[in-house]
């Protein structure tokens, strides 16, 4: 099993939809997750951390689920500016970083 | 505030000729990162430092080297430039906490090798 998968997508969703995207991690002793975002020819950016069962910011929403080892990134109320690629990465304590391939994000006017 | 600056963002290079990526950060962060990014690979780790005066292989350290030549300054050299390497490049940074490691990036290189 990848050490964190992600489904490649694209998701192309209207302006306005809610999406979720899902990541999953081989990693149990993962401690805490990051989600970043990329947009095209650009570097990837911190979009949120997630330490305990969750976090949210504005229209952003991280669950973590441990028994089942995903995390979920749900965004509602899509805005055209969402469009872009998400980036899963759990840490666990060790460095570096592995970061899984990302799931590509189309809001649609 | 700067971050991470790696120069150059721009480079064609020869097969066989040799060239060293740059890249600094003024974070006072102790581990830096070199990953590449090809189309639907996603980032693959070609070398981290996780301190000064330490580093060590990533996931695709085959025809790089690295120097970490003080605390804010990590580069990556290709000895003899292939096609395969043509990629973008990203340099990062960050610190190891309690709760967790954000990672900074700096802007990346495009590199393309003819």
């Known amino acids: 099993r990848k050490e964190v998968e992600q489904d490649p997508g694209p998701f192309n969703v209207p302006e306005g939809a809610t999406v979720a995207f899902n990541c999953t991690y081989s990693?149990?002793?993962?401690?805490?997750f990051f989600w970043y975002r990329q947009d095209c020819r650009k570097e990837p950016k911190l979009l949120m951390s997630v330490y305990s069962s969750g976090n949210e910011d504005g229209r952003f929403t991280a669950q973590l689920n441990r028994a089942s080892q995903y995390i979920s990134l749900l965004i509602r109320d899509s805005k055209l500016s969402d469009s872009a690629t998400y980036l899963c990465?759990?840490?666990?304590?060790?460095?570096?970083?592995?970061f899984g391939k990302g799931t590509r994000l189309s809001v649609i006017a | 505030n700067a971050g991470v600056t790696q120069t150059p963002k721009f480079q064609v290079l020869k097969t066989g000729q040799s060239m060293t990526l740059q890249c600094a950060q003024d974070m006072n962060h102790n581990s830096m990162y070199w990953y590449r990014q090809d189309p639907g690979m996603g980032l693959r780790l070609i070398y981290y430092?996780?301190?000064?005066?330490?580093?060590d292989k990533g996931e695709v350290p085959n025809g790089y080297n690295v120097s970490r030549l003080n605390k804010r300054e990590f580069s990556l050299r290709l000895e003899s430039a292939a096609p395969s390497q043509t990629s973008v490049y990203f340099c990062?940074?960050?610190?190891?906490?309690?709760?967790?490691?954000?990672?900074?990036f700096g802007e990346g290189s495009w590199l393309t090798v003819v």
């Open positions: 990062a940074s960050s610190e190891i906490g309690v709760s967790g490691n954000t990672i900074y």
């Open positions: 430092s996780a301190s000064e005066g330490t580093t």
């Open positions: 990465v759990p840490y666990s304590g060790n460095t570096p970083l592995v």
């Open positions: 990693n149990s002793a993962s401690q805490s």
